[in-house]
């Protein structure tokens, strides 16, 4: 019997996401996150959304608290959930454990089976992403262990970007200096820019070769990618992913010499200015919220923080809207997705408000009208299609996973 299942780990710096899916038919067995790792009032929340034979009619879900001491108990505690629901990490059905890796360097440009000089390299990146690879590495290093002989994936957040020209992926700073310490920009989101620009070309009708597709992936973070006939050829985050659109508390784009000012000036260490940029700026740097549900509830009553805040956030989006059709010449399909892209109807709206002399817009009561799946939004026979497109990262990193360890192609 041919092994079809794969276990897809996001590990964070606190946190561990999973999920068991089946490739045979890309269902979704098990979904589950342990958060607070290190605290003493850990959660562990595990779904049982199919059992080991089939679905069951409903979801089970159970949670719990208590202390997870590190990353190994949280890892433990997720093959102790699995094994409840006779899913267990020791099933002869599991064929491999795919890996959320969020910078790989100009290196890793396509899914990698994980070895000892792969590990090294990962780690070699981690001061380029301090908040990210080191997690990442200690998922896969806490995984390796509990199943050695499992063949184990990393797939990256930046691969999808590494097909973008150097005229977009170059720096304009000495490139001496730029190649000694990896100066460039890398792109983040890749796998949900790689699923949803597929995915609206499926929408369409057509082959992803055969189009071109703004992708505007907006959730807390927030990147747009440009891509033609299915490579990225332009994208919103850099180096890291502080570049690009407003974010729930990210600046996104600034003048590089505000950080001097802040440090010569306002007497801000490096740190602290990070840690603005990072964590107090964006939305909530704004207006106090970084939950755009929120913020729009704010505009509604006359909030007028709420307002500009929601107003900088749109004009970013629209600037790249505008930018990235330049960059492709002719667009096709304009994709929303992620946590905003797909929920907030005023945020499409606003977005492509004014840009109907380039054939973009939306219809007003298909734009508020509630749907699950991928749908289109513009106008009935418009020259561009406006489409919501929800972003599947998971089972992206389960098929490419899947497709390396076993061969067998995975279409999504």
């Known amino acids: 019997m041919t092994a079809t299942r794969v276990l897809v780990l996001n590990t964070g710096s606190s946190s561990v996401k999973y999920q068991l899916l089946d490739m045979s038919d890309r269902s979704r067995l098990a979904v589950g996150l342990v958060e607070r790792i290190g605290e003493r009032n850990g959660r562990i929340r595990h779904t049982l959304v199919h059992g080991p034979d089939g679905p069951d009619g409903s979801a089970r879900t159970r949670e719990s608290t208590g202390p997870v001491p590190d990353h ?6 997720v093959a102790e959930e699995l094994s409840r629901d006779g899913l267990g990490l020791d099933s002869p059905d599991l ?20 070895d000892t000089a792969v590990v090294d390299e990962i780690e070699r990146l981690s001061p380029v992403a301090p908040l990210h690879n080191p997690a990442n590495l200690t998922g896969i290093r806490t995984a390796q262990k509990l199943r050695p002989d499992l063949p184990q994936v990393a797939v990256f957040d930046t691969a999808f970007h590494a097909t973008m020209p150097e005229a977009a992926a ?14 460039r920009r890398y792109g983040f989101h890749g796998t949900s820019h790689a699923f949803v620009s597929r995915a609206a070309a499926e929408l369409l009708g057509r082959e992803p070769s055969e189009v071109n597709v703004i992708v505007l992936h907006l959730g807390n973070g927030a990147s747009a990618s440009a891509v033609r006939g299915g490579r990225c050829v332009e994208t919103s985050m850099g180096l890291t992913p502080l570049e690009g659109l407003v974010m729930g508390t990210r600046s996104g784009d600034l003048d590089p010499a505000v950080v001097f000012h802040l440090m010569r000036v306002g007497g801000m260490t490096a740190d602290e200015v990070d840690e603005l940029l990072n964590k107090r700026s ?3 740097g704004l207006c106090g919220d970084n939950d755009m549900r929120e913020i729009r509830r704010r505009v509604d009553e006359g909030d007028e923080a709420a307002a500009l805040a929601f107003d900088i956030y749109v004009h970013r989006l629209r600037k790249y809207i505008g930018a990235y059709y330049a960059v492709l010449g002719t667009v096709d399909v304009v994709a929303f997705t992620a946590g905003v892209g797909e929920n907030s109807a005023p945020v499409r709206a606003a977005a492509l408000a004014g840009l109907e002399g380039l054939g973009l817009a939306v219809d007003e009561e298909l734009n508020r009208a509630p749907g699950d799946g991928p749908r289109l939004i513009s106008p009935p026979g418009a020259p561009v299609a406006v489409a919501v497109v929800p972003t599947d990262e998971e089972l992206e990193i389960a ?10 192609r995975q279409t999504l």
């Open 282 to 284: 964006g939305l909530v």
């Open 95 to 114: 064929a491999a454990i795919g890996h959320r890796v969020v910078h790989g360097g100009k290196r890793f440009t396509e899914p990698t089976l994980i």
């Open 170 to 183: 170059r720096y304009a700073i000495d490139v001496e200096t730029a190649d000694r310490h990896r100066v």
């Open 72 to 77: 190994g108990a949280a890892l433990e505690a």
């Open 399 to 408: 098929a490419r996973t899947y497709e390396l360890v076993t061969g067998v």
